[in-house]
Nanobody
């Protein structure tokens, strides 16, 4: 059974930084891509960032581009999301997801970690 566990969320002030981690355990298929998504209260879940298996390809939503960086360490089965210059509108539950190599679908999801940015 595949499990994804996020950590690193918290309460910060605008302009601060946080680094989220997501550890993958269990038997997965090879060459999986990873993604980060977020969901704010009363809003739909939205894509944040994606990274390919070897980390050579990354993609970001326009709202976080230039402020967030996704990375991964396959030896540790871990994907990270470095979030800088945080804004109140970044407040949400952040979830990591595991999917096929092209990142066109995600099959496994974590429970999420709360990020709250105060103004």
């Amino acid at each position: 059974q595949v499990q994804l566990v996020e950590s690193g969320g918290g309460l910060v002030q605008a302009g601060d930084s946080l680094r989220l981690s997501c550890v993958v355990s269990g038997r997965t298929y090879s060459n999986y891509a990873m993604g980060w998504f977020r969901q704010a209260p009363g809003k739909e879940r939205e894509f944040v960032a994606h990274i390919s298996w070897r980390g050579l390809a990354t993609h970001y939503s326009d709202s976080v581009k230039g402020r967030f960086t996704i990375s991964r360490d396959n030896a540790k089965n871990t994907v990270y999301l470095q979030m800088n210059s945080l804004k109140p509108e970044d407040t949400a539950v952040y979830l990591c997801a595991l999917g096929g190599p092209l990142g066109d679908h995600y099959d496994y999801w974590g429970q999420g970690t709360q990020v709250t940015v105060s103004s």
